[in-house]
């Protein structure tokens, strides 16, 4: 393989040429100025999308998103048992490898000149630059439109189907969830994504879209939360999820960004603060009948203390009889 000029289209739409590395596996002339251009930071991923012959788009994910794209991941419910494949141990790895938010280190950056008046990068250490393993986005599925019923639709992730690691009442769901946007929502996956990390976001974004629809004004912002956190996540890997969290972020101004949310908060804890009231009440009026039955005792007190001392009278004359 030769060297050769590749244009980098970030998501812009601003282009960048800069000359490959064929020996090096690398980027090298212009790849400063991209970095600067999209200000990168130790940590970020980027996702290269061949678009043309020597051409890519792409797309970055900042390295505070991830940090939130494993906080959803953890919430996902997945087989214990499934072991992990190469393939994926390798893009785990990736996704989680050097998260502190710091400027690219200089000896990245650097450039130098080799015998034969190509430039280069003067560090071994071009990880995030290498373009090692990059795959094709090119969506390969049949268009949504074609499919005419859930007997039809299937869930394929590159290229695998994953219908038998999805249940068939999660399976229509989110065929009702796909048709209400015309399309697949997992189209836009990440490539090389493990089928059942794709089984198990689609599971859980399911579960949330119907969590979202039965929620009530009772639901805890705690929950709300954790759903937008889950959301945002799958939306940074690549599913379709944007309308049902657009739907849960008016849901939660609703309920806590508004004069209404605030009335309505205060009168649900007005009825909890009167359920307590009552309870009390109910307590003390049956304290109060205990109360009563022992008064009713004490007035007896009187007529056994008659009693008793009448008998102690009589049994001391019994005591004191002469013999």
């Given amino acids: 393989m030769k060297d050769s000029a590749v244009v ?3 998501e812009s739409g601003e282009e960048f040429t800069i000359k490959y590395i064929a020996h090096k596996t690398g980027l090298s002339a212009g790849w400063r100025k991209f970095v600067a251009g999209n200000k990168l930071l130790e940590g ?24 939130e794209v494993d906080g959803a991941l953890s919430l996902l419910t997945l087989d214990s048992q499934m072991k ?40 071994d250490e071009v990880a995030s630059e290498v373009l090692e393993g990059s795959k094709s986005l090119a969506s390969t599925s049949s268009h949504f439109k ?19 690691e999805i249940p068939e009442d999660i399976r229509r769901k989110y065929y009702d969830l796909c048709c209400s946007k015309k399309s697949f929502l997992h189209d836009a996956l990440l490539p090389g994504l493990y089928c059942n990390l794709a089984a198990g976001m689609i599971v859980e974004a399911v579960n949330i879209a119907d969590a979202v629809r039965s929620c009530k004004l009772t639901t805890t912002r705690k929950e709300l939360d954790i759903w937008e956190k889950s959301l945002r ?8 999820v944007g309308f049902v969290r657009a739907r849960l972020q008016r849901l939660l101004t609703m309920a806590y960004g508004t004069e209404d949310a605030v009335d309505a908060r205060r009168y649900r804890d007005a009825r909890m603060d009167l359920g307590r009231t009552e309870d009390e009440i109910q307590h003390v009026e ?3 009948v205990e109360l009563k039955e022992l008064s009713r005792k004490c007035d007896d007190m009187e007529n056994l203390k008659t009693k008793s001392e009448r008998y ?12």
Wanted: glycine content about 4%.
């Fill in 44 to 67: 970020d991923a980027l996702i290269f999308q061949l678009i043309g012959p020597c051409r890519f788009k792409v797309y970055i994910v900042r390295a505070n998103d991830l940090n």
């Fill in 233 to 240: 996540s799958f939306e940074l890997l690549g599913l379709n």
């Fill in 146 to 164: 074609e499919v005419k019923s859930f007997e039809e639709f299937h869930i394929s992730i590159n290229g695998t189907s994953i219908d038998s």
């Fill in 312 to 323: 102690k009278v009589v049994f001391q004359e019994e005591a004191n009889a002469s013999w």
């Fill in 84 to 123: 992990l494949s190469d393939a994926e141990e390798t893009i785990n790895a990736q996704i989680k490898k050097k998260r502190r938010t710091k400027p690219l280190p200089s000896t990245v950056m650097q450039e130098e000149k080799h015998e034969d008046g190509s430039s280069g990068i003067d560090s």
């Fill in 286 to 288: 049956e304290k109060l």
């Fill in 8 to 10: 980098l289209e970030d």
